[in-house]
T-cell receptor, first 114, second 113 residues
């Protein structure tokens, strides 16, 4: 157990819908990262938040957005869902310092868009 | 942006033999190179990492080497065991405060009994 929690574990929805994925980082970790894992695209970095502020953007679609709240939990919002958004979504967290710190991954949310 | 290439995509070795997985990266600013192991349906778990000020790092049966000039790094697993069977991912991060990882496509390591 990495200490990073994600809910829900599974999500089934329809095209055009909107869903919210939730992540709680390890105690003391200030940075949260979101990744998408699919068979064709592999593991892709979407976005990073540090202590409530957006720090870096990766291959995140405009239909997707995220935020980090004062208690440091984060939510990833996916809207206007398409079949191709079906994937495993991971959240990771790290302490975040000048030295690169280990990113600990949560168990993931499996999203199926029908 | 950063691009990480990983080879081979599948590697089958006899139990007890060594396994080597290789990765190359494109961004010379990258300075952090972790390796993750992922079992089917599970989360990626860090097994070892190396920073650009170090050429080699070892942890029991696992070692990683880094060649900054050639921009490649490798994972070495010795005395492989059945529980080493999994998908292994290399990654790179250029840091500078924004340290999302760029992952390779993964290597499916199969340990033959």
């Amino acid at each position: 157990d990495s200490g990073v929690t994600q809910t829900p574990k599974h999500l089934i929805t329809a095209t055009g819908q909107r869903v919210t994925l939730r992540c709680s980082p390890r105690s003391g970790d200030l940075s949260v990262y979101w990744y998408q894992q699919s068979l064709d695209q592999g593991l892709q970095f979407l976005i990073q938040y540090y202590n409530g502020e957006e720090r870096a953007k990766g291959n995140i679609l405009e239909r997707f957005s995220a935020q980090q709240f004062p208690d440091l939990h984060s939510e990833l919002n996916l809207s206007s869902l398409e079949l191709g958004d079906s994937a495993l979504y991971f959240c990771a967290s790290s302490v975040d310092s000048e030295v690169r710190e280990t990113q600990y991954f949560g168990p993931g949310t499996r999203l199926l868009v029908l | 942006g950063e691009n990480v290439e990983q080879h081979p995509s599948t590697l089958s070795v006899q139990e007890g033999d060594s396994a080597v997985i290789k990765c190359t990266y494109s961004d010379s600013a990258s300075n952090y190179f972790p390796w993750y192991k992922q079992e089917l349906g599970k989360r990626p778990q860090l097994i070892i990492d190396i920073r650009s000020n170090v050429g080699e790092k070892k942890d029991q049966r696992i070692a990683v080497t880094l060649n900054k000039t050639a921009k490649h790094f490798s994972l070495h697993i010795t005395e492989t065991q059945p529980e080493d069977s999994a998908v292994y991912f290399c990654a790179a991060s250029s840091g500078g405060g924004a340290d999302g990882l760029t992952f390779g496509k993964g290597t499916h390591l199969i340990i033959q009994p």
